[in-house]
């Protein structure tokens, strides 16, 4: 299965300039950048007695097309219990493809990004801390939708992705959350 992903990927990012090619009409309105930042949480399911972890993301993309972005960010998330502390980074990068209709007050998304993970897992005992680390590919798909403030600003109201990691010998499936503020330089919707 996850080389079936891996390959659908390769194929949508080989589409690219063929689907850039029928968008030049646009092209005279420059690349539209978007910044966004906020809070995100991971319901980490790698067993009994793992804690979900919090944290926040920051990103960037680039509109390509009036529908598709290229889109990277990174993410750290964070939870402390007991005795133990645990630590998940991410770096996603990948297409994200939006529905723009005008007579819509939001703007659905629907995404799917590959990267790589990283958990940090600590257990304090008798003032002795053993440290655990662990490094893989891990990947997201999922969606959401944006509210529209202003011509700039942009409330990320819900980005909602299955998001499977690589961790303590197997993969978990989980399930990840974001919600934030997006700030675009450049039209919101370039190409229209």
Known sequence: MLGRLVMACAMI?????????TEAHGMHRGLTIEASGGYAFTQF????????????????AVNVTPWMQIYG???????????????????????????????LPVTPFAEFFAGGARLDFNVTSSGTTTKYSQNGF????????????????????????????????????NIYFASGIVYTFGHRNYPR
């Not at 819900?158 to 303590?168: G, Q």
């Open 45 to 60: 399911n790698a067993g009994p007695g793992w804690p979900n972890v919090i944290g926040a993301y920051g990103s960037v």
């Open 13 to 21: 990012f080989v589409a690219i300039p063929a689907w850039a090619q």
């Open 138 to 173: 891990s990947f997201k798909t999922g969606g959401g939708f944006d509210i529209p403030l202003t011509r700039r600003w942009t409330f990320r109201a819900i980005d909602i992705d299955y998001f499977n990691t690589p961790f303590l010998g197997t993969r978990q499936s």
């Open 73 to 103: 960010d990174g993410i750290a998330q964070y939870r402390s219990y007991a005795n133990t502390s645990t630590t998940i980074y991410t770096n996603d990068f990948g297409p994200r493809f939006f529905l723009h209709r005008k007579h």
